[in-house]
């Protein structure tokens, strides 16, 4: 936690309290102005009448408990009523004794400070309960912006933090439900995080605050009478917990679906031309209101909780001031100290007494009805954590090393070797079974075989997408130059390795920045002689704005093979060491293929190359030729040694290589 972020949070606590404090101040100015203003009194006049009724209330306990100590009226009453009378006279005594202490000490400042009519009197306390009132207003503000300093902080943090980590992990692992989820719960569920914390500082904090001085107010006034007040709290507790779990079960069901409708969003606008030409559009009409009507059912569940949540604070707020409304009307009205034979009060409760009680309860009323707000957002804030810190706290099955070792350097490539590799996505579900191949520096090799043979599992380990997996942990290694790739650090790694799909990756940015992606110092001349050797430079200096063109969100004004030129244009300018080719050329023309054929002989040249592809011209490139079939390698030799001794290669070259991929 920042040094920043901890001075937030301090700085609106303190505003809460002098918010709460002013809170209790300005209703308990209730009192002064029943008992004087109203009376027609002044402050001076005030404190003398009352030290003059404590002396007289003191004399007369202590003539009673003189009576009591003499045996007077010892016929009538037992030992133990003695007893009993004269531990509450005792105790009576002691309250008025120290009531008396207390107004004593502020006479003299009353005295010289206070105004000397009522009118006057009627000003100054209207003037302090203004002042006041400014400055908790100024508390206030104080509060929120604090507040939302930590909540805007917490989503930033989130956000980063989950994204960080998200990067550095397979989609699987994230453990979410495809792209759209992920979005959902790195932007959305962070943000809800974020309103819920920004209201567990600020209203959960203030309101209690508030609650709790006008609570210790009232208990000021007449502690027996508040705890009778709150007989109905624990009920009201209850409710307010059957509900809250029933809430959170109902917030985590709509956000799930929530993520579910972007999901269908994203699919039905990305494929748009597919949903035209199968004619579904109708059906992805039906699909998206089946699954927005269940959203907006489970959200008016959600509503209606909330509204019998309000409800129940309403009524326990209400519950509070008729139970103290009751029994502090009898006690005033009838000017007696007992209820049903229990001490409700030291001495008779006066008018003014009771007002600022009530006035108290009243004011617990406020924060009360402003927490059922906090109550919602607090348990949508707790499904939005079940959903985002499992992307902070998943661990990535490839780590880095210890202590990472060298990474090497050739001036022709790097030797790369899979020694005895398996590798599998499911628990006992091999899809490379005990791979040993050696790709040795400077070489070119393609990779083919039929669908689901494991190519681009293979090619996917050497970057260390993936590590080696199954065998019962005897899972191989892959190594370069005789060192096992899981002892260099993955950044040092994967800068020697550069990597071309057929699926084309392309940001919504310019074309220059797309080549230059993994290469951020490259100047503009290196850029354009890089999509100059991929045959890109033609199409691209007849764009609008050349290299400076946004291409689009995945470079979709473009055509497939022209952003496919894009991405290998970005492997050359990265110029590796070790090249990997995944169908690169699977969507360019036969004449731009022919002129990339050409590009690439003489950039393979001196760096080792692993391709895989289905097309026979790219076979004319390399130097030998890996056959796979169901997770194993079948032979691996040059054009002439497999047409010689390679059945499944034969079958493949007669037939074009058609179905392989």
């Given at each position: 936690?920042?040094?920043?972020?901890?001075?937030?949070?301090?700085?609106?606590?303190?505003?809460?309290?002098?918010?709460?404090?002013?809170?209790?101040?300005?209703?308990?100015?209730?009192?002064?102005?029943?008992?004087?203003?109203?009376?027609?009194?002044?402050?001076?006049?005030?404190?003398?009448?009352?030290?003059?009724?404590?002396?007289?209330?003191?004399?007369?306990?202590?003539q009673?408990?003189?009576?009591?100590?003499?045996?007077?009226?010892s016929?009538?009453?037992?030992?133990?009523?003695?007893?009993?009378?004269?531990?509450?006279?005792?105790y009576?005594?002691?309250?008025?004794?120290?009531?008396?202490?207390?107004?004593?000490?502020?006479?003299?400042?009353i005295?010289?400070?206070?105004?000397?009519?009522?009118?006057?009197?009627?000003?100054?306390?209207?003037?302090?309960?203004?002042?006041?009132?400014?400055?908790?207003?100024?508390c206030?503000?104080?509060?929120?912006?604090?507040?939302?300093?930590?909540?805007?902080?917490?989503?930033?943090?989130?956000?980063?933090?989950?994204?960080?980590?998200?990067?550095?992990?397979?989609?699987?692992?994230?453990?979410?439900?495809?792209?759209?989820d992920?979005?959902?719960r790195?932007?959305?569920?962070?943000?809800?995080?974020?309103?819920?914390?920004?209201?567990?500082?600020?209203?959960?904090?203030?309101?209690?605050?508030?609650?709790?001085?006008?609570?210790?107010?009232?208990?000021?006034?007449?502690?027996?009478l508040?705890?009778?007040?709150?007989?109905?709290?624990?009920?009201?507790?209850?409710?307010?917990?059957?509900?809250?779990?029933?809430?959170?079960?109902?917030?985590?069901?709509?956000?799930?679906?929530?993520?579910?409708?972007?999901?269908?969003?994203?699919?039905?606008?990305s494929?748009?031309?597919?949903?035209?030409?199968f004619?579904?559009e109708?059906a992805?009409?039906?699909?998206?209101r089946?699954?927005?009507?269940?959203?907006y059912?489970?959200?008016?569940r959600?509503?209606?909780l909330e509204?019998?949540?309000?409800?129940?604070?309403?009524?326990?707020?209400?519950?509070?001031?008729?139970?103290?409304?009751l029994?502090?009307?009898?006690l005033?009205?009838?000017?007696?100290?007992?209820l049903m034979?229990?001490?409700?009060?030291?001495?008779?409760?006066?008018?003014?007494?009771?007002?600022?009680?009530?006035?108290?309860?009243?004011?617990?009323?406020?924060?009360?009805?402003?927490?059922?707000?906090?109550?919602?957002?607090?348990?949508?804030?707790?499904?939005?954590?079940?959903r985002?810190?499992?992307?902070?706290?998943?661990?990535?099955?490839v780590?880095?090393?210890?202590?990472?070792?060298?990474?090497?350097?050739?001036?022709?490539?790097?030797?790369?070797?899979?020694?005895?590799?398996?590798?599998?996505y499911?628990?006992?579900?091999?899809?490379?079974?005990g791979?040993n191949?050696?790709?040795?520096?400077?070489s070119?090799t393609?990779?083919?075989?039929?669908?689901?043979?494991?190519?681009?599992?293979?090619?996917?380990?050497?970057?260390?997408?993936?590590?080696?997996?199954?065998?019962?942990?005897?899972?191989?290694?892959?190594?370069?130059?005789?060192?096992?790739?899981?002892?260099?650090?993955?950044r040092?790694?994967?800068?020697?390795?550069?990597?071309?799909?057929?699926?084309?990756?392309?940001?919504?940015?310019?074309?220059?920045?797309?080549?230059?992606?993994?290469?951020?110092?490259?100047?503009?001349?290196?850029?354009?002689?890089?999509?100059?050797?991929?045959?890109?430079?033609?199409?691209?200096?007849?764009?609008?704005?050349?290299?400076?063109?946004?291409?689009?969100?995945?470079?979709?004004?473009l055509?497939?093979?022209?952003?496919?030129?894009?991405?290998?244009?970005?492997?050359?300018?990265?110029?590796?060491?070790?090249?990997?080719?995944?169908?690169?050329?699977?969507q360019?023309?036969?004449?731009?293929?022919?002129?990339?054929?050409?590009?690439?002989?003489?950039?393979?040249r001196?760096?080792?190359?692993?391709m895989?592809?289905?097309?026979?011209?790219t076979?004319?490139?390399?130097?030998?030729?890996?056959?796979?079939?169901?997770?194993?390698?079948?032979?691996?030799?040059?054009?002439?040694?497999?047409?010689?001794?390679?059945?499944?290669?034969?079958?493949?070259?007669?037939?074009?290589?058609k179905?392989?991929?």
């Open positions: 936690m920042t040094l920043k972020y901890r001075w937030s949070l301090l700085g609106s606590f303190g505003c809460s309290l002098l918010v709460a404090i002013l809170w209790g101040a300005n209703l308990g100015a209730v009192y002064p102005f029943v008992e004087i203003v109203l009376q027609n009194k002044t402050l001076p006049q005030w404190a003398e009448q009352r030290i003059e009724e404590s002396t007289t209330r003191i004399a007369s306990h202590e009673r408990l003189s009576e009591i100590h003499a045996g007077v009226d016929d009538s009453l037992t030992t133990s009523s003695r007893r009993i009378e004269s531990r509450s006279i005792e009576e005594l002691k309250a008025e004794r120290s009531r008396l202490a207390t107004t004593q000490y502020w006479q003299p400042v005295t010289r400070y206070a105004p000397t009519d009522a009118f006057k009197t009627l000003v100054y306390l209207m003037v302090i309960m203004f002042t006041a009132t400014v400055v908790r207003c100024v206030l503000m104080g509060n929120m912006v604090y507040v939302a300093r930590v909540g805007h902080r917490t989503v930033l943090d989130l956000q980063q933090r989950a994204f960080g980590n998200v990067l550095s992990v397979e989609s699987h692992e994230a453990g979410t439900d495809g792209t759209s992920l979005i959902s790195i932007r959305g569920e962070t943000q809800m995080i974020g309103q819920t914390v920004t209201t567990l500082f600020g209203k959960t904090v203030r309101e209690p605050l508030k609650m709790s001085a006008c609570l210790i107010g009232a208990a000021y006034v007449n502690w027996r508040l705890i009778l007040s709150v007989l109905v709290c624990p009920l009201a507790g209850f409710v307010l917990a059957m509900l809250a779990r029933a809430t959170r079960r109902a917030a985590k069901r709509a956000i799930e679906q929530s993520a579910n409708l972007m999901d269908r969003l994203y699919e039905a606008i494929y748009q031309r597919v949903v035209k030409s004619t579904m109708d992805e009409r039906a699909r998206f089946t699954v927005a009507q269940d959203i059912n489970k959200r008016m959600i509503a209606w509204s019998l949540s309000r409800i129940n604070n309403e009524l326990l707020g209400v519950s509070m001031i008729t139970l103290s409304v029994a502090g009307g009898y005033a009205l009838t000017q007696q100290t007992h034979g229990l001490r409700m009060a030291t001495q008779p409760m006066d008018f003014g007494s009771v007002m600022v009680f009530f006035g108290f309860l009243i004011g617990v009323a406020d924060p009360l009805r402003k927490l059922g707000d906090v109550y919602s957002t607090v348990q949508h804030g707790m499904v939005a954590a079940n985002v810190f499992p992307l902070i706290d998943v661990q990535a099955a780590t880095e090393p210890a202590s990472p070792a060298a990474m090497p350097n050739g001036a022709r490539g790097l030797d790369v070797s899979l020694d005895t590799v398996w590798f599998e499911q628990p006992n579900v091999p899809v490379l079974k791979i191949l050696t790709f040795a520096a400077g070119s393609a990779i083919v075989g039929h669908n689901g043979c494991g190519k681009s599992t293979l090619i996917n380990l050497l970057p260390r997408f993936f590590d080696p997996t199954g065998n019962q942990g005897n899972s191989g290694s892959v190594q370069i130059n005789g060192q096992d790739i899981r002892e260099f650090s993955i040092r790694l994967r800068q020697k390795v550069g990597y071309v799909t057929q699926q084309t990756m392309l940001f919504n940015d310019t074309v220059a920045n797309n080549i230059a992606y993994g290469s951020p110092g490259a100047s503009m001349e290196e850029i354009v002689a890089a999509a100059k050797d991929a045959h890109a430079d033609e199409f691209v200096s007849q764009l609008e704005s050349g290299y400076e063109t946004l291409i689009g969100q995945a470079g979709r004004s055509s497939g093979g022209q952003r496919q030129r894009i991405s290998l244009a970005r492997a050359i300018l990265k110029d590796p060491q070790v090249l990997i080719l995944d169908e690169a050329t699977s360019i023309d036969p004449e731009s293929e022919n002129l990339i054929h050409q590009t690439l002989r003489q950039f393979i001196n760096r080792t190359t692993i895989v592809t289905h097309r026979v011209s076979l004319d490139l390399v130097d030998q030729i890996v056959i796979m079939k169901n997770g194993t390698v079948v032979d691996c030799g040059t054009h002439s040694q497999l047409m010689s001794r390679c059945r499944e290669y034969q079958r493949m070259r007669s037939s074009n290589l179905g392989a991929a």
